[in-house]
Structures are given as structure tokens and as C-alpha cells.
């Protein structure tokens, strides 16, 4: 078949892999190749056990997979082949060097561009789709068009705006697709052809084109924004508990003035993913690099407060647990930074996992996912931590269960039976506020949520 457009992206994690997906199954016209040099990540692409969870995600590869949309290691091929060049690959945070713990690690990309460019044999349209910091298009422009092959490369800037658990929907259905360019002749070409892409099943009204400098901005900002309002509500839900307010009922209120609104106003034990923390730490460092140590303080700040709230769920729990949780198993009811999902990159999980570790509890982790990341996340002490698929059996014997994912399937367990099965007293923490406090009492559980105070 004579596609169109010929697309390929390289990088074929959370973001490129259901991004093309859904490209593909909108675009027949245009051939979509998702390419990495992980061979096991590519097989499984190929596979009926794709190497992500996401809910609808398998439906999508198996309707467009052979007909348009390809997963392979070839990407030198892929590369020749190409119009337009998606770069997803990691960026995350650096752990060495100047910018260590804040600025993005850029290593990956830029070994990326170079490929790019020693591999091509014409011109291309370059998309920045991993997180980046502002004006990092223009490195990748000075690395591609210092070439002798008299080749030019146009870099467009197009963010993902994807939520995990969510994203497939978020891909059919986008806000809004945000899309940089320079705003000269060619960059503005550029940008129509990436345009018409998503205008195959994008109104033409949410596709927002802008020049690339706003492009990158707006995806740190975007990301610092929605954190900061989840850490504002965890910092009141610590207020409410020592006043006896309720946090749920504080932000439903706060939520009906159209100046605030509802959204990532849910507080509970912290947020989690591979974006929030290293996207706010990163405008931080370039707030700082700029000379606004003022600005890159304050958006520290956000991040700080949801390392105090996680940590807060074990000091919760020696405060109503006798002061002591040495030498008691509890039971981590789950581990993925969200639901709907088996990511557990920056999960508050973790977090409370070594908080309890350090105070020599006994955790047993349950994750209906999250179960092989989590062990790849506590490979430095596995020995000490249990971890079993059935939330039945991880709380036998448990002197409490903490939730640390609002997995809905954990509302609907037998909790009598947890009950009956438990070490007495027995306690809940309700790190996300998914359960009947009420029911729970009757059964007999000691129940602390966040944000609910003694006096609730």
C-alpha cells in the first residue's frame, strides 16, 4: 500500500507506544513504525502481552498492528524512511554533575539526534515528544544542521498531555493538541504537515499551534501547575486533621467556585509518575539557571510538601499503632503510582514501603499490576518485603492495611472477611480516601483517612 505519510518513532515506552498507536488506527493513510533498541520491549509490542497496561490500549494495537502500525529494532531503516520522526526517549532527571537531582539528563536524546543525523539521507521533520527543558530544539537544531550533506531538519515541539490509565481516551479525545514551531516559512510548513496529521481526528479548534520556545515551556508549567494544586490540598488535608475538618468537604466547596474548580483538588497520600516531580524539579533548575532563585524555591516547595505527605502516612500510623510497628506485618494495598495502571515510577508506594522498612514493620506489597515493578523498585531490599497477588492473603495475619492506590477493585473486597483475618485491633489507613469509613468502623476496624480528623 502507498501510505501518505511515513512516521517512526523512536522510543516505544508510555508515550510513544500508545501515541502511534492511535495515529495509526486515525490515520490510515499514513504508515506508523514505533522503533527501540530494547529487542524484549519490541517483542512484545508484537505480542499479545503488550509491555504496558493501559486500559483500551490492546484493542487499538490489535485493529491498526500489520496494517499500518509496525514495532521493530530496525531504525536505521526506519529513519531512511521517514518524513516525519517522533523522538520519545527518556529524559529523566540527572543523578550526577552539574543540575544533579533537578535538570534532565539529556544523554539519550542527544545520542538520539546524532543517529538521526548520521543515518539520514535527506531532510526531516524532527517532533519532540519526550518532556524537555525550554530551548532544548534549539541544541537539537545546531546538532542536525551542522551537517555536510546539505541537509536540513525542521524541529517541531508537540507535548504529550496524557494521564496514565486514562490515555487512550486522552489520545481520541485530547483538550487540546499543542504543537511549537519556529514562525518562519518553513517551520510554519512544518507544522502544518504534523497538523494535518492530527487533524484527521482532531477539531481543528483544539490543535494550537504557537512558536517552539512556548511549546516546551507549556509542558513544565502544565505539569508544576496540576502538582501544585494536588500539594495545596495535601498541606490543608494535614490542617483538617488536626481540626477535626474534613478535607473532602473543604474541597468540594472550594471546587464550586468556577475561579478554582474540582479538579486535582483529591488529596491523599502524594502524587506519583514520571512526569510531576521530574518536570517541576527541571523548571526549577532552569528558574535557577535564569537567575529567579526566588521562582525555582517556590516550585520546589510543591515537590517538598508531597514528600512531608507521604511520609506523614507512617508517622500516622506509630501515632494511633502504640508508638511502635516493630516486628508487625502490614499490608500494602497496592504499589502503581495510580489505578488503571502498572507504573510505579516515583509511586508514593515506595516511599511508605522504606518508611516502614526503617520502623522494622513486616510489608507484604498487592498490586492487581504493579507486582513485577515493584520488585524491580525494592530490588535493595526484597528480602525484607513480601508480595502477593491475592489482597486476602496479604492481610492474613496483618496488624493494618495501608492503601496506597485507589485501585477500585480494593472498595470492593470482602473487608469483613479482612476483618475476621486480621491481627486485633485492626487498623486502616486510607492513604486515598477510596473507602467506607463508616462501614469499616461498624466491622470493627480502627480507620484513619487523610484529611479527616478524630472529630469527624
Known amino acids: 500500500m502507498n501510505f501518505k505519510t511515513n512516521i517512526v518513532c523512536i522510543g516505544a ?45 490492546d484493542d487499538v494495537v490489535n485493529r491498526a498492528r500489520g496494517r499500518n502500525l509496525f514495532f521493530s529494532t530496525d531504525i536505521p531503516s526506519a529513519i531512511k524512511e521517514a518524513d516525519i520522526i517522533f523522538v520519545s526517549v527518556n529524559t529523566p532527571t540527572k543523578t ?27 531532510g526531516k521533520i524532527i517532533v519532540e515528544k519526550s518532556t524537555l527543558p525550554v530551548r532544548t530544539a534549539a541544541a537539537m537544531e545546531r546538532i542536525l544542521n551542522s551537517n555536510d550533506k546539505g541537509l536540513h531538519f525542521e524541529v517541531l515541539s508537540n507535548p504529550e498531555f496524557l494521564a496514565e490509565g486514562t490515555a487512550i481516551n486522552d489520545l481520541f ?5 499543542l504543537i511549537g514551531s519556529h514562525q518562519t516559512e518553513s517551520g510554519l510548513a512544518a507544522c502544518q504537515k504534523l497538523v494535518d496529521v492530527y487533524a484527521h481526528w482532531v477539531p481543528r479548534d483544539r490543535i494550537l499551534t504557537t512558536n517552539l520556545w512556548s511549546s516546551e515551556l507549556t509542558k513544565l508549567t502544565a ?51 514520571s512526569c510531576f516531580k521530574k518536570d517541576i524539579l527541571n523548571l526549577a533548575y532552569l528558574c535557577g539557571y535564569y537567575g529567579l532563585p526566588e521562582v525555582s524555591a517556590y516550585w520546589e516547595s ?4 508531597n514528600e512531608w505527605q507521604t511520609h506523614r502516612v507512617v508517622d500516622r500510623m506509630l501515632e494511633t499503632m502504640f508508638n511502635t510497628i516493630a516486628g508487625k506485618k502490614i499490608a500494602v494495598f497496592g504499589f502503581a503510582f495510580k489505578a488503571n495502571t502498572g507504573d510505579t515510577r516515583e509511586s508514593p508506594a515506595n516511599l511508605v514501603v522504606r518508611d516502614l522498612l526503617a520502623e522494622h514493620a513486616l510489608p507484604v506489597v498487592t498490586d492487581p499490576k504493579a507486582i513485577p ?14 508480595f502477593e497477588a491475592d ?58 483517612c487523610i484529611g479527616k480528623g478524630k472529630a469527624e
Open 13 to 57: 515506552g508510555y508515550v510513544g507506544g500508545p501515541t502511534m498507536t492511535v495515529i495509526a488506527d486515525k490515520c490510515p493513510d499514513v504508515k506508523v513504525t514505533v522503533v527501540d533498541i530494547n529487542q524484549s520491549r519490541i517483542d512484545a509490542w508484537n505480542s499479545e502481552n503488550l509491555p504496558i497496561f493501559e486500559p483500551g490500549l
Open 173 to 177: 479525545e485530547p483538550d487540546r493538541v
Open 302 to 305: 510543591v515537590v517538598k510538601i
Open 373 to 386: 515493578d515493584a520488585k524491580r523498585d525494592l530490588k535493595d531490599v526484597l528480602e525484607q518485603v513480601q
Open 223 to 273: 505539569n508544576a501547575f496540576l502538582a501544585q494544586r494536588i500539594s495545596s490540598i495535601n498541606s490543608i488535608s494535614a490542617l483538617c486533621e488536626r481540626t477535626g475538618a474534613d478535607v473532602d468537604e473543604v474541597a468540594f466547596v472550594m471546587g464550586k467556585d468556577k475561579r478554582i474548580g474540582p479538579k486535582f483538588l483529591k488529596a491523599s497520600i502524594g502524587f506519583g509518575g
Open 391 to 448: 489482597p486476602y492473603k496479604a492481610a492474613e495475619g496483618a496488624h493494618a492495611v495501608v492503601v496506597c492506590t485507589e485501585w477500585k477493585c480494593f472498595a470492593e473486597l470482602d473487608w469483613n472477611r479482612i476483618y475476621k483475618g486480621m491481627a486485633k485491633p485492626a487498623f486502616v489507613f486510607d492513604g486515598r480516601n477510596i473507602l467506607d469509613a463508616a462501614a469499616l468502623r461498624e466491622i470493627g476496624f480502627e480507620v484513619t
Open 96 to 122: 550526577f554533575g552539574h543540575g544533579a537531582g533537578k535538570a534532565s539528563d539529556l544523554q539519550y536524546w542527544e545520542k538520539t539526534a546524532r543517529n538521526i543525523l548520521e543515518i539520514a539521507e535527506e
